[in-house]
Structure formats: C-alpha cells, structure tokens
C-alpha cells in the first residue's frame, strides 16, 4: 500500500514541475525552446491535470485502505504515471497523434487498471 503513497508523492512532483514550465515557459519566452521545443501548451495542461486527477486516486485508495494486491497497487502507480506521460510526449511532439498507435502508449493502456 506504501506504494501508492509514494506514487502519488511522485504524482504531485510532476504536478508542480509542469506548472513551473507552463509559467516560465509563458513569462518568459526563450527562443528555440517556446514554440519549437514546447509546441502544445493545451495538451501540456491536459498533462497537469491528469497527473493531479491520478495523484487523488492514488491517494484515495491509500486513504480508504482498499483492500488491494501488491501487484494492483503497483499497476496503479504506474498506470497514474505512464498515461499522463503520453500528454507530456504529445506536448513536446506535434505529430503524435498523427503516428500509429505507438509503443509507449500500447504499453500505458495495458499496465493501466481496467
């Protein structure tokens, strides 16, 4: 179960980074890095609040002590980790979601909980 709370520690870091790069990425502006390097500001928002949304779930069961396996336990930390993950890759590459159903995502969707 300690798990969970460690994932959702990790969670909430990448919660406040995002929201510092958003910040000083809009602030100010760096050339070759706003606009090229970061080209999707919606989809980074979209990373930010899934990471928040999974650091809660995270916190939920850890708080109502849900009678989870080990191995659910870690599947959930690492499902709340990999999916908002593949927002932060399609903020940074605007042609993500024009590729095939990729590697990174197949795997986040598998080890998510269904």
Aim: proline residues 5%; charged residues 15%; neutral net charge.
């Amino acid at each position: 179960m300690e798990i969970l709370l460690i994932g959702a520690v990790l969670m909430i870091f990448a919660v406040l980074a995002s929201a510092w790069l958003m910040t000083f990425a809009r602030w100010f502006p760096i050339k070759g890095i706003d606009g090229e390097f970061l080209s999707d500001y919606k989809t980074l928002i979209r990373a930010h609040i899934d990471f928040a949304l999974m650091a809660l779930f995270c916190l939920g069961f850890y708080a109502v002590k849900a009678p989870l396996s080990v191995t659910a336990c870690w599947l959930v930390v690492i499902g709340g980790i990999t999916n908002p993950c593949v927002f932060v890759i399609a903020a940074f590459d605007p042609a993500f979601w024009e590729k095939p159903f990729g590697g990174f995502t197949r795997r986040s969707v598998l080890l998510s909980p269904q």
